[in-house]
């Protein structure tokens, strides 16, 4: 028998406390009923992650926020006499149980409520009492009631369960113009035939289907809101009235719709998976416009620095670094190695031979840290060019990571037992004393010293980094996205005052995590939520997504790369929302459209494809909750999408000598 009640607690604290719910008898009710007896069979592992799971009869057992969130909002207290429409599994009639002395729940399929009867039975929970019925309708020989929750979402709050409050009595429901999309409302008797409203945001839930609420068909059949409410326009709609069509991608047109940013001082490109040819097309054409007519010389994106580095020699017209290894040689290959990439690059080499004045020439960096080896390389055989008594020093101090240089997620476990302090104190040396040299050693190449620096600074992190790795928990992630942001603040001070940078990377790195579950739940931080720290308005945060269509990526870590279908996005999704549109491809400026802006502000579910995608696992590998308008200030969309072409295996690993990119 699973034991889930650790589970159960982390639900209430993660999801419940630290997201505001603080009412002491509701948190103590979630943590004594086990979700996991009112799931489907085969759901009971996922019963404590936050959302809504199928049922029977196609219905959802409700999301345990939401379930909290709506007894919180009736006020809903031991001596309160409670109905609830909508058993369903029974689950939100449970929690009930355990705070008022009896429950009454209505549920219309009657092989639902036969189900939850017989849980309540088996649990032991004897003061539920359910019917089989229309509970638009209500419950009238048990009226009046001081709280009625409806866990169903009609078109208005129907008039006899507003009829069947007590004076004081509050009703909470799901209401809204479209069958599946409503706003939470809390309904208050003040007087004989006085109520007052509150409205608590966006929700979804399953339609209410009865002779107050929507006909099987999904059209409303009755009306009894309180009538003289315009017709609201849906989401999708105010999506597409909103959306401005994207032309193609090599349209001047194109990289000009983005010119409202070129005055930021970086603009943050993102992308919802990291093989996607229409996420790097576009990311090319808004950063070649930035370049061209506002002024960017910094392209930083998502890879390691030396690897980077090859690139950004490329794109410069100077020598690659002799005897280097070739860039993007490791896992996954094809996240810049693919031929998006190669014409963009290209692209640069291009303008930069037009250009003369240095200062003005694009550089491309990477911020990531993930080429231990190649920086180590990299710094020695900086020194063994420009100070080779250091050099000597350097080789020693490194030589403490050599046996972990080619798979470095072990050294982790060996720090664990035995004086990683050496390596630490090493690496955190080398990196001091060469920055202490800037004097000497930037007068005689700055762009190579800024190289060596940048190197020196990855080993740094990259020690840490994998050494707390090994512990799980936000702390590495943090770790890396400090390191990219810190990179991004060394590029702007090394290219002067003046300098402008466009970032390319994955939306987990640049949406502003304290509006997604990753900040809200994890505690993780990142890119995009350090930009706006330090440079408010002038960032620019542009997430970028898609609906459907095929992605480049692999099953497992160091799998082979495949073309996998992307499944269509869920329901419950902000994609879905840009799907139902109607528009195939589009900027949507959020921060144009206030009513829009204020509508994307409830929590979503958002897909993230790495470089992993398990479709058959989709929900719970890649969708998380966000605040779309908190988390971007734009957002680009794409309905339909295809996978990067990688530039193929000839190019890697078989002897054939790799020149990528200088041979192309
Ligand atoms: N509270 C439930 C739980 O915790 O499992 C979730 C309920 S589910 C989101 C909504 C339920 O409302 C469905 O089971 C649906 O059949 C039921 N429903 C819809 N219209 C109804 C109506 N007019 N009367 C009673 N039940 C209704």
Redesign the pocket.
């Given at each position: 028998m699973l034991d889930l009640s650790h589970a159960r607690n982390r639900m209430v604290e993660v999801h419940l406390s630290r997201r505001g719910i603080h009412g002491r008898e509701v948190l103590n009710a979630m943590r004594e009923v086990p979700r996991e007896a009112?799931v489907a069979p085969g759901f009971e592992e996922f019963a404590y992650e936050d959302g809504?799971l199928p049922?029977a009869?196609g219905?959802?057992?409700?999301q345990p926020y939401i379930?909290a969130l709506m007894i919180e909002m009736a006020e809903i207290g031991p001596g309160d006499h409670v109905l609830?429409?909508?058993?369903?599994?029974?689950?939100?009639?449970?929690?009930l149980s355990r705070i008022v002395e009896r429950v009454y729940?209505?549920?219309?399929?009657a092989g639902?409520a036969e189900t939850?009867r017989q849980r309540f039975q088996e649990l032991g929970y004897d003061n539920i009492e359910v019917r089989t019925?229309?509970?638009?309708?209500g419950w009238p020989d048990a009226a009046p009631f001081d709280a009625i929750?409806?866990?169903?979402g009609?078109p208005g709050a129907p008039l006899a369960l507003q009829e069947q409050l007590d004076v004081g009595g509050r009703l909470v429901i799901p209401v809204g113009d479209e069958p599946h999309d409503q706003r939470l409302l809390k309904v208050t008797r003040t007087g004989a035939a006085t109520y007052s409203e509150e409205d608590f945001g966006g929700v979804r839930?399953?339609?209410?289907?009865?002779?107050?609420?929507?006909p099987e068909s999904g059209n409303r059949i009755a009306n009894d809101r309180p009538s003289g409410r315009a017709r609201t326009r849906s989401l999708p709609e105010m999506i597409a009235a909103a959306a401005e069509p994207l032309p193609d991608f090599d349209d001047p047109a194109f990289g000009k719709l983005f010119d409202r940013f070129g005055d930021r001082r970086v603009v943050l490109l993102g992308e919802a998976s990291h093989g996607t040819s229409e996420f790097y097309r576009a990311r090319a054409a808004i950063t070649r416009r930035l370049i061209e007519k506002h002024g960017f010389t910094i392209v930083a994106v998502e890879a390691d620095w030396p690897d980077a580095a090859a690139i950004d020699r490329y794109v410069r017209h100077r020598p690659p670094r002799a005897n280097a290894d070739p860039p993007f040689q490791r896992f996954p290959t094809w996240m810049w190695r693919n031929s998006d990439v190669a014409a963009f690059v290209d692209w640069m080499r291009h303008h930069n031979e037009r250009i003369r004045l240095s200062s003005r020439l694009a550089g491309f960096y990477g911020l990531d840290i993930y080429n231990m080896s190649g920086s180590i390389a990299a710094v020695l055989q900086y020194l063994d060019r420009v100070d080779p008594q250091a050099a000597k020093i350097a080789r020693e101090r490194y030589g403490c990571l050599t046996p972990w240089q080619h798979e470095p997620s072990t050294y982790g476990r060996v720090a664990l037992t035995s004086g990683y302090e050496k390596c630490e104190q090493a690496v955190f040396e080398q990196c001091r004393e060469l920055l202490a040299r800037q004097l000497d050693y930037a007068q005689q190449d700055g762009i190579d010293f800024l190289d060596a620096t940048q190197n020196a600074r990855l080993i740094a992190s990259a020690e840490r980094y994998y050494r707390i790795m090994y512990y799980g928990g936000a702390q590495s992630w943090n770790l890396r996205d400090t390191h990219m942001f810190e990179t991004l603040e060394h590029l702007l001070e090394a290219r002067g005052p003046n300098a402008k940078a466009v970032v390319w990377a994955h939306n987990s790195h640049i949406g502003d995590a304290r509006y997604t579950e990753m900040g809200i739940v994890r505690d993780e931080v990142n890119i995009g939520q350090f930009c706006r720290q330090r440079f408010g308005d002038e960032a620019a945060l542009i997430g970028l997504s898609t609906h459907s269509g095929t992605v480049a990526a692999a099953s497992d870590w160091d799998s082979e790369m495949e073309i996998k279908r992307v499944r269509p996005s869920h329901n419950d999704s902000y994609e879905r929302l840009c799907h139902d549109s109607g528009v195939s491809r589009f900027l949507l400026d959020i921060k144009r459209d206030d009513t829009l802006r204020q509508r994307l502000l409830e929590r979503r579910l958002e897909r993230f494809i790495g470089v992993i995608y398990r479709p058959e696992t989709e929900l719970r590998s890649h969708y998380a909750g966000a605040s779309l308008s908190q988390q971007f200030d734009a957002f680009v969309w794409f309905d339909e999408t295809v996978a990067v072409t990688p530039l193929g295996p000839e190019h890697v690993g078989t002897g054939v000598p790799d020149t990528y990119p200088f041979g192309l």
């Amino acid at each position: 028998m699973l034991d889930l009640s650790h589970a159960r607690n982390r639900m209430v604290e993660v999801h419940l406390s630290r997201r505001g719910i603080h009412g002491r008898e509701v948190l103590n009710a979630m943590r004594e009923v086990p979700r996991e007896a009112f799931v489907a069979p085969g759901f009971e592992e996922f019963a404590y992650e936050d959302g809504p799971l199928p049922i029977a009869e196609g219905q959802t057992i409700s999301q345990p926020y939401i379930v909290a969130l709506m007894i919180e909002m009736a006020e809903i207290g031991p001596g309160d006499h409670v109905l609830e429409v909508g058993t369903g599994s029974g689950y939100a009639a449970a929690v009930l149980s355990r705070i008022v002395e009896r429950v009454y729940t209505i549920e219309r399929h009657a092989g639902l409520a036969e189900t939850a009867r017989q849980r309540f039975q088996e649990l032991g929970y004897d003061n539920i009492e359910v019917r089989t019925g229309d509970g638009t309708k209500g419950w009238p020989d048990a009226a009046p009631f001081d709280a009625i929750l409806v866990a169903a979402g009609g078109p208005g709050a129907p008039l006899a369960l507003q009829e069947q409050l007590d004076v004081g009595g509050r009703l909470v429901i799901p209401v809204g113009d479209e069958p599946h999309d409503q706003r939470l409302l809390k309904v208050t008797r003040t007087g004989a035939a006085t109520y007052s409203e509150e409205d608590f945001g966006g929700v979804r839930f399953v339609p209410l289907i009865g002779e107050q609420g929507w006909p099987e068909s999904g059209n409303r059949i009755a009306n009894d809101r309180p009538s003289g409410r315009a017709r609201t326009r849906s989401l999708p709609e105010m999506i597409a009235a909103a959306a401005e069509p994207l032309p193609d991608f090599d349209d001047p047109a194109f990289g000009k719709l983005f010119d409202r940013f070129g005055d930021r001082r970086v603009v943050l490109l993102g992308e919802a998976s990291h093989g996607t040819s229409e996420f790097y097309r576009a990311r090319a054409a808004i950063t070649r416009r930035l370049i061209e007519k506002h002024g960017f010389t910094i392209v930083a994106v998502e890879a390691d620095w030396p690897d980077a580095a090859a690139i950004d020699r490329y794109v410069r017209h100077r020598p690659p670094r002799a005897n280097a290894d070739p860039p993007f040689q490791r896992f996954p290959t094809w996240m810049w190695r693919n031929s998006d990439v190669a014409a963009f690059v290209d692209w640069m080499r291009h303008h930069n031979e037009r250009i003369r004045l240095s200062s003005r020439l694009a550089g491309f960096y990477g911020l990531d840290i993930y080429n231990m080896s190649g920086s180590i390389a990299a710094v020695l055989q900086y020194l063994d060019r420009v100070d080779p008594q250091a050099a000597k020093i350097a080789r020693e101090r490194y030589g403490c990571l050599t046996p972990w240089q080619h798979e470095p997620s072990t050294y982790g476990r060996v720090a664990l037992t035995s004086g990683y302090e050496k390596c630490e104190q090493a690496v955190f040396e080398q990196c001091r004393e060469l920055l202490a040299r800037q004097l000497d050693y930037a007068q005689q190449d700055g762009i190579d010293f800024l190289d060596a620096t940048q190197n020196a600074r990855l080993i740094a992190s990259a020690e840490r980094y994998y050494r707390i790795m090994y512990y799980g928990g936000a702390q590495s992630w943090n770790l890396r996205d400090t390191h990219m942001f810190e990179t991004l603040e060394h590029l702007l001070e090394a290219r002067g005052p003046n300098a402008k940078a466009v970032v390319w990377a994955h939306n987990s790195h640049i949406g502003d995590a304290r509006y997604t579950e990753m900040g809200i739940v994890r505690d993780e931080v990142n890119i995009g939520q350090f930009c706006r720290q330090r440079f408010g308005d002038e960032a620019a945060l542009i997430g970028l997504s898609t609906h459907s269509g095929t992605v480049a990526a692999a099953s497992d870590w160091d799998s082979e790369m495949e073309i996998k279908r992307v499944r269509p996005s869920h329901n419950d999704s902000y994609e879905r929302l840009c799907h139902d549109s109607g528009v195939s491809r589009f900027l949507l400026d959020i921060k144009r459209d206030d009513t829009l802006r204020q509508r994307l502000l409830e929590r979503r579910l958002e897909r993230f494809i790495g470089v992993i995608y398990r479709p058959e696992t989709e929900l719970r590998s890649h969708y998380a909750g966000a605040s779309l308008s908190q988390q971007f200030d734009a957002f680009v969309w794409f309905d339909e999408t295809v996978a990067v072409t990688p530039l193929g295996p000839e190019h890697v690993g078989t002897g054939v000598p790799d020149t990528y990119p200088f041979g192309l």
